[in-house]
């Protein structure tokens, strides 16, 4: 199940669409330099030094940065620093606790279709249950998530993630459609970034007009959810558009999302570290946000400015509403695992 490429969402082109020619720049091979933000580089600082004091942090809707402390003395610190401290009841410590114990569960009767992670504005770990799954097994997991505590909040939505792939205009391989999330470098060879559950499907692949991309090079999913394939072509001129730069903004940041069947839409960053039981199985270190993600977008990019962030993994299929669910792998991995440096 796969996708074509050159839409005005995709990040590869060809000369008859006005591509700039392709000027590799190469790094040091497997080594992603990442981009810190002033704000996410005092978080880094305020949490390490805060430790089990801290419970994560995120930029509010004013744009300023939230430090959430279980302690007057921790937010004092927040504060003298000059960020936002908010006192919350779960530090850090307990919520990953409560995580890591609901990921030993992953992937057994009655996590199909179930997300959770570390929601740092509501301070708990949110477990996000499909409202029409009742089942005898979901509803043993979701008491056994109760059982827990304080930490762990149950939230109904409406329909369950599943990967997003689907008939469209991005890249393509035997029928399917994906998309391209940016384009990576290694050696003087061009590779594009897709999901891997696009590329797990299909090896070869052409753009929307049929001309020759080449054949995947790597994938990993489930698990995780990247796929890499090497340009074969050498006519094709690909370029990362304005994206010059890898990171993960704060929890919070506006993001926008670039995939073939949607094209641009835009939301905020809700966490990372999520963990997706997909049907085809489970996938970890997921970032969640509310951009609207459908079939065909699979692969697609998740950007916060000139920073690339993520590529498309999954969300709620259907009409994109209120309180809807994406997911996207962070890029900055798959870049890692390939032995690449952004474009």
């Not at 610190?77 to 569960?105: F, M, Y």
Request: glycine share 14%; proline share 4%.
């Amino acid at each position: 199940m796969a996708t074509p490429l050159l839409s005005a969402a995709v990040l590869i082109t060809i000369p008859a669409f006005g591509a700039v020619p392709a000027t590799a720049q190469t790094q040091q091979t497997g080594t992603v330099r990442q981009a810190h933000s002033p704000q996410t580089t005092l978080a880094d600082q305020l949490t390490g030094r805060l430790g089990s004091q801290h419970a994560g942090s995120y930029v509010d809707g004013a744009g300023n940065l939230v430090v959430n402390v279980t302690t007057a003395a921790a937010a004092q610190q927040v504060t003298a620093a000059g960020a936002h401290a908010r006192r919350v009841d779960n530090g850090i410590r307990p919520l990953t606790d409560s995580k890591t114990e609901l990921d030993r569960l992953a992937g057994t009767a009655g996590t199909t279709g179930l997300s959770w992670g570390v929601d740092v504005i509501s301070n708990t770990v949110v477990v996000s249950v499909p409202q029409d799954d009742n089942d005898a097994a979901t509803k043993a997991f979701v008491k056994r998530a109760r059982s827990l505590g304080k930490t762990v909040q149950i939230k109904r939505v409406a329909a369950a993630p599943r990967p997003m792939v689907g008939p469209g205009d991005a890249i393509i391989s035997g029928g399917s459609r994906c998309s391209v999330s940016a384009i990576g470098v290694k050696g003087g060879t061009d590779f594009i970034v897709t999901a891997g559950h696009c590329t797990k499907a299909h090896a070869s692949w052409t753009t929307k007009d049929g001309q020759t991309i080449g054949d995947r090079d790597t994938t990993s999913f489930p698990g995780n959810d990247y796929g890499t394939i090497r340009v074969a072509n050498g006519s094709l001129q690909n370029s990362n558009a304005q994206l010059t730069q890898v990171g993960r903004p704060a929890v919070g940041s506006q993001v926008q999302k670039k995939g073939s069947t949607t094209g641009t839409t835009s939301g905020t960053i809700r966490g990372y570290d999520r963990t997706v039981n997909y049907s085809e199985g489970t996938v970890t270190g997921l970032i969640e946000t509310n951009a609207c993600t459908q079939p065909g977008d699979s692969g697609g990019s998740l950007q916060s400015g000139t920073t690339a962030v993520g590529i498309v993994s999954g969300g709620t299929t259907g009409a994109c509403k209120t309180n809807y669910q994406s997911y996207f792998q962070p890029l900055d991995e798959a870049l890692q695992a390939g032995g690449l440096t952004l474009k």
